[in-house]
């Protein structure tokens, strides 16, 4: 799609190139662009809506070839039109774009006349390049990725029987009230994709806090939940170790106390009591939903060290195993698993199909908006893992 004749017939040359074959588009297609763009327009592929396009005939134009069964993507070329501002163009596109499930990548052309197209697609995270051929180019690794993952597809991606149901159940219940997942929904969520959580329970009084520490057995952990804290431990929200009744008594009033100083309009639900686990190394692993890209696993140094380090790698999902094994060759908190100084070996295999579970995880439910658990504890080789903080965010 393109306001100029020339750069489209090297866009589409450049498609070409990289593998791919212009679209034939439906002739209900071409009707619809007959009535948006004048007689003098090519109504084929490339579509030239000549250098008299406006902002919305770019909007509407795109709308209508997104929409063709027969298009799986779209090319839009645009150097600066004569009546309109890039500016203009960028933001008539952009909702378009964003509520789109096909790629669209942009190449601008020009140089000071863009500036303002360029800023309005960085911000809204659409990627855009200086020249067709590179615009061409993003498009083909991007079918290729998709067809490596379709052809990857399989035992490689989950190494466990998952329960897709359970999932869909609890998100179906909470679609009228999106935000963070409650922690017994997290857990069913965890314990449905085989993804190593750590049993806790809320309680909401010292006196409840000692019941359920003297039935998980000392010590214990104790930690504020609540959804609008996001780093618990940096205001006091954490107790850990606590091997007495005493402590726990003494241990949940701090907590209380912390987070009401810190935090004063925080929803306070109680606070979480779970066992205490050995030691080990921590990593964070998370998931996002990209409005370009779907699904995100990202990987790397857990605990506190997430900000301060920010040793993370990020890769499309579903994930395979080469994929999983590559985010954890590309970070430091990857690479110390296999062991570093006296640090003994990790339960790699433990993290990998984390990963690969929280992939399928990711892609199965876009509805889950975010995933992160930091950190994940990382027992020695062939002792597994445990998740001991989960935040899940429902669209």
Known sequence: LTSAGGPGVTAADALEMNGMSLATLASDTREKLAKLLPPAASLNNPVDMLASATPEQFAACLQVLLSDPGVNGVLVVTPPPPLHSTGAVAKSMIPVIQNSDKPVTIALMGERLIQEAVEHFRAARVPEYRF????????AILSQHAEYIENERGSKLVHAKVDKEVVQKILDLRKHSPGFLNASETSAVLKAYKLPGVPLRMAVSSEEALTFAHEMGYP??????SADITHKSDIGGVMLNL???DAVTSGFSKIIANTKAN???????GVYVQRMLPAG????????????FGPLVMFGSGGVEVEGLKDVTFSLAPLTLQDAEWMLENTWAGRKLHGFRSLPPADRKSVLDSLILLGQLAADFPQLAEIEINPLRVFPHSQGSAALDVRMRLA
């Open 220 to 225: 214990v952990v104790l930690k504020v939940a």
């Open 281 to 292: 190394q921590e990593v964070i692993l998370g998931a996002v939903q990209d409005a370009q």
């Open 263 to 269: 935090f004063p309009d925080a929803d306070i639900q």
């Open 243 to 245: 091997t007495d009744p």
């Open 132 to 139: 067709p051929e590179r615009a061409a180019s993003a498009l």
